[in-house]
Each structure stands twice: as C-alpha cells, then as structure tokens.
C-alpha cells in the first residue's frame, strides 16, 4: 500500500462526517421552514388571532390558572406551575392560544384564578374586538395595583 491510498483512505470517514453533518444541517433547515409555512396555512394572516400571557412583579398574586374563551366557548386553559410563573414575573411571555376568526365582532373573556397574600382570587377580563382582514394579537395582562393593594387583571390588544 503506498501512502497516497493510506492517505485517500484516513480523508474518507472525515468527508462522509462532513456530509452527514451538512445533511443534518439540511433537514433542520427544511423542519423549519415546513413548520413556518404549516403556520401559515393553519394560521393566515387574515383571519388569525394570537393571545399571550404576561406578569408585572407578583406582589399580590399567584397565578395557578387561566381559562380562555372567545365568543363563550373555551378555547384554551393552562395550569400553572411555580416555575412557569417564576417565568412570567421574571418577564417572560408565554403564547397561550393562537387560532382563526372570522371577521367580525367577537367577545375575548379571560378568567384568572390564584393566591394573594390575604385571599384566594378567581377574577375575569373581558374585551369585545372587531375582527377585520389584519391579525389580532392580544395580551391578558396581570399587573400588581400599589394603590389599590391588589392585582389588576386587564386585555391589551396589540397594534399591528
């Protein structure tokens, strides 16, 4: 065996290494982009709704829960656990529903249940928007009140 065939044999194992890593490389790509337009087809543009949740401080409230319903039908509930909360107070948002609708108006009520430092809350949040061509993001707010010593459950919708 002469040493340019030694040679030709050692590069072998490192280009198939090379191609099976570009290969990889290639599906990730193409799982992504799948994804992205399998979004799109579930979820135009012109008919979506997207709703996330988010905290301020945590002072008087701990979430357990959220049930979500849209023209009174429920449509997404989430149990909480003290790390996604921990998450939340740290300034995380978390994507709670994402969906269509038709254009129109609709009614968006949210209930919130939990624990606060003298009682236990079950509250709600109620908005009544106009569904046209464009998306509609929504955010369930809960803010602590220093005023009022208590936390404040609110529905802010995005500006597209």
Request: charged share 25%; glycine share 6%; hydrophobic share 40%.
């Amino acid at each position: 065996m002469c040493c340019s065939q030694v040679f030709a044999q050692a590069a072998e194992p490192a280009k198939s290494g090379e191609q099976v890593e570009s290969l990889k490389e290639s599906v990730l790509t193409l799982n992504r982009d799948l994804l992205i337009l399998e979004e799109e087809l579930l979820y135009p543009a012109s008919s979506q709704v997207a709703i996330y949740v988010s905290m301020d401080l945590g002072t008087f409230f701990a979430l357990d829960a959220i049930k979500l319903e849209i023209d009174n039908k429920l449509v997404a509930s989430e149990l909480y656990t003290d790390k996604q909360t921990k998450a939340l107070f740290r300034g995380g948002v978390q994507r709670l529903y994402i969906g269509n609708l038709k254009a129109g108006e609709h009614e968006i009520s949210a209930f919130f249940t939990g624990r606060g430092p003298q009682q236990d809350y079950k509250r709600g949040a109620k908005i009544v928007i106009t569904k046209a061509q464009e998306p509609v993001v929504l955010e369930l707010r809960i803010v602590d009140s220093a005023a009022q010593l208590q936390p404040v459950f609110d529905i802010k919708q995005w500006q597209m």
